[in-house]
T-cell receptor
Framework: EAGVTQFPSHSVIEKGQTVTLRCDPI?????LYWYRRVMGKEIKFLLH????????ESGMPNNRFLAERTGGTYSTLKVQPAELEDSGVYFC??????????FGPGTRLLVL | GQSLEQPSEVTAVEGAIVQINCTYQ??????LSWYQQHDGGAPTFLSY????GLEETGRFSSFLSRSDSYGYLLLQELQMKDSASYFC???????????FGAGTRLFVKA
């Protein structure tokens, strides 16, 4: 069974630019999550999809962040325009029943 | 509000036993999970407690007391490879939202 995959693994962009992160969850998992970990801090919840619907987006920092999950399969997280404080590791995760969450390898974003 | 508290760092020696505590605050609590994350890697699931008591998986055990809003992860026969960050996480909102603590950095010394 393939795990959660994320692309790209690393991204270095300048302040003001746009970056789009992609996540492919485990096949058949209806629940898809985005989390972010800023260096040394907690893994912070961003949002939760159930299939293509946003179930909870209470963790999204501001309107510069836009997440979509077309057709209930893969998801994208776009940051536009990126700011310095957006740097961190963005993890995507998926689950079926919710209790056990499977994480992807993360995208390391550095905004200069 | 919703929050979890766990120590920021713990140091122990190889072969010893270490306990990482976690207290939480939330409404609609469903269960407590533990995840391990090595530097540069993704968090990986270790255990889940929905009911009070102890769950044992090899060298790792996890405990939950819902009345005390408290749990812990117990690591026995510590090995150098156990050096990592350990996160407690609570399931809320019908069990479909997982909120993580800040993580405990475990250093295992020879």
């Amino acid at each position: 069974e393939a795990g959660v995959t994320q692309f790209p693994s690393h991204s270095v962009i300048e302040k003001g630019q746009t970056v789009t992160l992609r996540c492919d969850p485990i096949s058949g998992h209806d629940n898809l999550y985005w989390y972010r970990r800023v260096m040394g801090k907690e893994i912070k919840f961003l949002l939760h999809f159930v299939k293509e619907s946003k179930q909870d987006e209470s963790g999204m920092p501001n309107n510069r962040f836009l997440a979509e999950r077309t057709g209930g399969t893969y998801s994208t997280l776009k940051v536009q325009p990126a700011e310095l404080e957006d740097s961190g590791v963005y993890f995507c995760a998926s689950s079926q029943e919710g209790a056990r969450v499977y994480f992807g390898p993360g995208t390391r974003l550095l905004v200069l | 509000g919703q929050s979890l508290e766990q120590p920021s760092e713990v140091t122990a020696v190889e072969g010893a036993i270490v306990q990482i505590n976690c207290t939480y605050q939330t409404s609609g609590f469903y269960g407590l999970s533990w995840y391990q994350q090595h530097d540069g890697g993704a968090p990986t699931f270790l255990s889940y407690n929905a009911l009070d008591g102890l769950e044992e998986t090899g060298r790792f055990s996890s405990f939950l007391s819902r009345s005390d809003s408290y749990g812990y992860l117990l690591l026995q026969e510590l090995q150098m490879k156990d050096s990592a960050s350990y996160f407690c996480a609570m399931s809320v909102s019908g069990g479909f939202k997982t909120i993580f603590g800040a993580g405990t950095r475990l250093f295992v010394k020879a």
